[in-house]
């Protein structure tokens, strides 16, 4: 691995250095006349915040954030995105699904067992479905053209969750041929190197890469590598309709370092992960939808489990390693209308087989729990109304409505109605909008209950009380208001409350085993979301987002109170590009074994960490050699916690502090 790593360090040397010896003619620094196109339109943080037709809100980070941000995962890519919350142990390498790498939006995803995020790969679901949450390692930002962040139920968009992130992957889109290749390296030994090509003739396009990271951490037993391979192929078969394939495969790992000052670490947390996507598409004047089957096949692997608590196995009953298989496949179609001037029905239907496995591997093979393969399926079938009156450029109105419905092969059926209302007049605009979320329990509460739980598997009036759960609703309440004052500055700000109903967890009493999966009463979160982008000057161009979020739960885990994010992308002396961000977070609670308990929370097994300020920073070198038949390209250094700053996402496990890596992109 240090062979690699000198070869890639010997490369971007000798890149330097015939940049150096090149004349005149053949390095030519990127003048302000095209920077504009590059960077103008593309500002700090996020691309932008949108509503919709049906008055629900999003948040789009683009290709050009995820540059700026130097960001090596799905993680980093929205860790300053207003609403946004995330954890981590390691900087490259995501271990699990909880406190060592995830997402949380509004206050909710953090719950253990179960999520209500959805993480989605061109509007395909993509998850560990045997424990109900996402893996980040397997969701490579390298296919990403952006990622639309879904911060509350809307069932005109995605079913069986209460918030989503939807990950949109790169389309070759202009005729001819493009490719990439970057290669960097830094602090803790960390290596970077990607390729990719896309290319388009006619009728046919594709784009296809390849990716390698890997670190060894700030601290002993913290390095983690994320391998990425990434193919989509696109055919357009006439004027209307047009069919493609994205597939993507991850190889990943990741390890735990243990609390800071233990003699021991916390094992370590392999994934793999294939997904593929099937699309065919037609676009009509009056009509425009798809059909899109999907299939994502992954597993897990947590190995070494022992070395959490002891260092040694304690009883041969314990779980030495946890073994997870999973398969996610089904239709997701949908078709948009418009049959009358200025209205828009819209019908669709998803329908989803989730599938897995798990086994339980102890110390003493005698004593091996498995869950044997189970699926769940869910029709979603779904339609909606929205009629725009008046006109965009000056006073208008535009209603909507709709209903999506479940039917699940276990559980009860449920409808999730919503409704919104835009009103906007030339450059201001506002939104108000009611959904009713719908979550059902996974296979979780089945493996739990089945297997890997013994006092409830072995006890007959627990082991399948589980089917006696009720899906989680969740009541999305949401209203906001925009303005632009003109085209260098527009302010968004939006109030939201969630009203959740028939939360299900895991009982356990203060003494003894867990006794059981039931649903819970209500809770509530509300708060205040707002931003400001700003172009002063062309070359200049500013971020500012916060979020006040309050929740009724004693302890909610990552759900600080205050969140505030800044940042700046300034192009000077022609061919200088500095990106620049800032977070801060509230002190918040950290455990989420905590997530929605009745209880009062006891500091003393659900601590809080610090409030913390981080600031990163990119500066890049903009470049072009027509002689190498090189395009823009750049080099560049990346510096995280510039201010050295002390910070956790979970107690006892600090993050790193200064650390930098340099590289170069070449595009060709």
Partial sequence: MNRFFRLIAAWLGCGIASLSAADSTSLEPISSGTLPAVTVTATPIIEGNFTDAYGAGSSIVGQQQIHDLNAQDLGSALRATPGVNISRYNNIGSYGGAGGGAIFIRGLGASRPGSELQTMFDGAPRYNSVFSHSLLDTLSLDPADSIAVYKSPQPQTFGNAFTAIDVTPKQAKDPGFSAQITGAYGTMNTGIEKVSSGGRIGSFDYYAGQSYRSSDGHRDNSGGIIRDYFFRLGYQLNDNWCASYFGDFTDNFAEDPGLRGQPYHMGNYQTRDIMSVWTIANHYDNAQGFIKPYWNNGQARWLDQGMRASGKPILPTATDNTLIDWDLYGVRAKETFQLWEGGEILTGLDFDTISGKTTAEAYDPANNIAFHRADFQIYSPYVALNHLFGDKNSYYLQPSGGLRGYLHSVFDAELSPFGGLVFGYQNTELHASYARGVNYPGLNVAAFSEAIIPPLANN????????????????????????????????????????????????????????????????????????????????????????????????????????????????????????????????????????????????????????????????????????????????????ENLTDNAYYYRSGYPMPGINGILGVTLNF
């Fill in 460 to 639: 007959p009036a627990t082991r399948n009380a589980w089917r006696n759960l009720s899906a989680e609703t969740l009541n999305h309440y949401e209203f906001g208001v925009s303005h632009r004052f003109n085209p260098q500055l527009k302010i968004d700000s939006t109030v939201f409350l969630d009203d959740g109903h028939h939360r299900y967890i895991l009982v356990t009493p203060s003494f003894g085993p867990p006794i059981g999966f039931e649903n819970i009463g209500s809770y509530h979160n509300y708060g205040v979301e707002g931003s400001v982008s700003y172009t002063p000057i062309e070359d200049f161009t500013l971020f500012a987002g916060m979020t006040w979020l309050q929740t009724s739960v004693t302890g909610m885990p990552y759900a600080p109170e205050w969140t505030a994010s800044a940042g700046f992308n300034w192009n000077f002396l022609k061919n200088f590009r500095l990106s620049m961000d800032l977070l801060y977070q509230d002190r918040m609670y950290v455990n989420p074994d905590k997530a929605y308990d009745r209880s009062t929370a006891n500091p003393a097994d659900n601590p809080k960490v610090p409030s913390f300020v981080t600031v990163n920073a990119k500066l890049s070198y903009l470049f072009t050699m027509e002689k190498a038949c090189l395009k823009q390209s750049e080099i560049y250094l990346a510096m």
